[in-house]
């Protein structure tokens, strides 16, 4: 009778050895596998957040002068403005949060549909866009008699809701947003009287005493700044208003994540010319030059007939060198001319996406009507 026998120490090694190497090798395999899966779904992220990102800043750029459309041809233009919310100034706003503060944004706002602060030839910029949303009324209100610091009395109220906004061009030559007091119920309903009474905690001290005329903008009017927080490389936006949403202090607020860089370009068109010629926000265009409150500055921002904007998206993880190695550099605007390209700096362990569009401004192109 044969004695059993089990394996010897050398098959068990010789066993472990080859079952060690089929492990490394479905590793191997597997390790390739996760590598191109990643690739393809950072890739993938990268595409979806900076298609979301140029879609949430086209669709409000393309609201941007709604309700002061008229105002070009009555000083609301370019107009410095004065605003209060819950009781505090807000502007001119006493300091900018980041990553606005470290741009070119000036503390005082103007009255303008779009603008651009230009963040260097190869930092962000930022843009700024003023509307508003309301419902009825987008015609100049003339303002019928002397305004107290807490009614303002119109010549005709028809469109005006209880809850909307109110801005007054003022006798000095600028302006102030006033609050009128919202219905008891909270429903936005059509005023009562001409003599509309103001919500003095988010009106100026001296609410509208000397304004001569006043705009509806509505219920939300859009004072709003678009930047790039370098430090989450993400989209963000600036309420400079800074009202509160359910009653939570305003915070700069996320709108994409994955973005890298955003550049931005006017489209100019003069009274002697059929077509746009697109410039970078320096020089004659500069930010700080558009704000001036000259007679040039009011001509130039007329001729801001679109924008062009450039959206630079970034995959969220870094991939093995062995797995992609992309450019070193893009392009922006690589279809205009050399003088309004940007290049930027990219990794090669990244993928990027770019997105671009061109917004037409057109409440500024139908001012010249009213």
């Given at each position: 009778?044969?004695r059993?026998r089990?394996f010897?120490?050398?098959?068990?090694?010789?066993g472990?050895v080859?079952?060690?190497?089929?492990?490394?090798?479905?590793?191997?395999?597997?390790?390739?596998?996760e590598?191109?899966k990643?690739s393809?779904?950072?890739?993938?992220?990268?595409q979806?957040?900076?298609?979301?990102a140029l879609y949430a800043?086209?669709?409000?750029l393309?609201?941007?002068?709604?309700?002061?459309?008229?105002?070009?041809?009555?000083?609301?233009?370019?107009?410095?403005?004065?605003?209060?919310?819950n009781?505090t100034?807000?502007?001119?706003?006493?300091?900018l949060?980041?990553?606005?503060?470290?741009?070119?944004?000036?503390?005082?706002?103007?009255?303008?549909?779009v603008?651009?602060?230009?963040?260097g030839s190869t930092?962000?910029?930022?843009?700024?866009?003023?509307g508003?949303?309301s419902?009825?009324?987008?015609?100049?209100i003339n303002?019928?008699s002397?305004?107290?610091?807490?009614?303002?009395?119109?010549?005709?109220?028809l469109?005006?809701?209880?809850?909307?906004?109110?801005v007054?061009?003022?006798?000095?030559g600028?302006?102030?947003?006033?609050?009128?007091?919202a219905s008891s119920?909270?429903?936005?309903?059509?005023?009562?009287?001409?003599?509309?009474?103001?919500?003095?905690?988010n009106?100026?001290?001296?609410?509208?005493?000397?304004?001569?005329?006043v705009?509806?903008v509505g219920p939300?009017p859009?004072?709003?700044?678009?930047?790039?927080?370098?430090?989450?490389?993400?989209l963000v936006?600036?309420d400079?208003?800074q009202r509160?949403v359910?009653?939570?202090?305003?915070?700069?607020?996320?709108?994409?994540?994955?973005?890298?860089m955003?550049?931005?370009?006017y489209g100019?068109?003069?009274?002697?010319?059929?077509s746009?010629?697109?410039v970078q926000?320096?020089g004659?265009?500069?930010?700080?030059?558009?704000?001036?409150?000259?007679?040039?500055?009011?001509?130039a921002m007329?001729?801001i007939?679109?924008?062009?904007?450039a959206i630079?998206?970034?995959?969220?993880?870094?991939e093995?060198?062995?797995?992609y190695t992309?450019?070193?550099?893009?392009t922006?605007?690589?279809?205009?001319?050399?003088?309004?390209?940007?290049t930027?700096?990219?990794?090669?362990?990244?993928?990027?996406?770019v997105?671009?569009?061109?917004?037409?401004?057109?409440n500024?192109?139908?001012?010249?009507f009213?």
């Amino acid at each position: 009778m044969a004695r059993p026998r089990g394996f010897s120490l050398i098959e068990l090694l010789v066993g472990m050895v080859v079952s060690m190497i089929c492990m490394l090798a479905i590793m191997a395999a597997f390790a390739v596998y996760e590598g191109k899966k990643r690739s393809t779904t950072t890739g993938n992220d990268a595409q979806q957040n900076g298609s979301y990102a140029l879609y949430a800043l086209e669709r409000q750029l393309r609201t941007a002068g709604s309700s002061i459309v008229q105002g070009y041809n009555h000083g609301l233009w370019g107009c410095p403005v004065t605003a209060y919310t819950n009781g505090t100034q807000t502007l001119p706003a006493a300091s900018l949060p980041s990553p606005f503060t470290s741009s070119s944004w000036p503390l005082t706002t103007r009255l303008v549909p779009v603008l651009i602060a230009y963040g260097g030839s190869t930092g962000p910029d930022v843009i700024g866009v003023v509307g508003g949303n309301s419902a009825l009324q987008v015609f100049n209100i003339n303002v019928s008699s002397t305004p107290s610091a807490s009614s303002v009395v119109v010549g005709n109220a028809l469109g005006i809701l209880t809850g909307d906004y109110l801005v007054g061009t003022l006798s000095n030559g600028t302006c102030a947003m006033a609050h009128i007091t919202a219905s008891s119920s909270g429903t936005a309903t059509q005023v009562s009287s001409t003599t509309l009474a103001l919500d003095t905690t988010n009106s100026p001290t001296t609410g509208l005493q000397t304004a001569t005329n006043v705009f509806d903008v509505g219920p939300s009017p859009a004072l709003t700044l678009y930047g790039i927080d370098a430090s989450t490389n993400s989209l963000v936006s600036w309420d400079l208003l800074q009202r509160k949403v359910n009653n939570q202090t305003a915070t700069v607020t996320p709108i994409a994540d994955g973005i890298v860089m955003m550049k931005a370009l006017y489209g100019i068109q003069t009274s002697s010319s059929s077509s746009l010629t697109w410039v970078q926000p320096t020089g004659s265009w500069a930010i700080g030059t558009l704000t001036a409150g000259t007679s040039a500055a009011a001509t130039a921002m007329g001729q801001i007939k679109a924008i062009r904007v450039a959206i630079v998206a970034q995959s969220r993880l870094p991939e093995r060198s062995t797995d992609y190695t992309g450019n070193t550099s893009l392009t922006l605007f690589k279809d205009l001319d050399s003088s309004v390209r940007y290049t930027i700096t990219t990794s090669t362990q990244f993928r990027y996406q770019v997105y671009e569009t061109t917004i037409p401004v057109r409440n500024a192109m139908v001012s010249q009507f009213y």
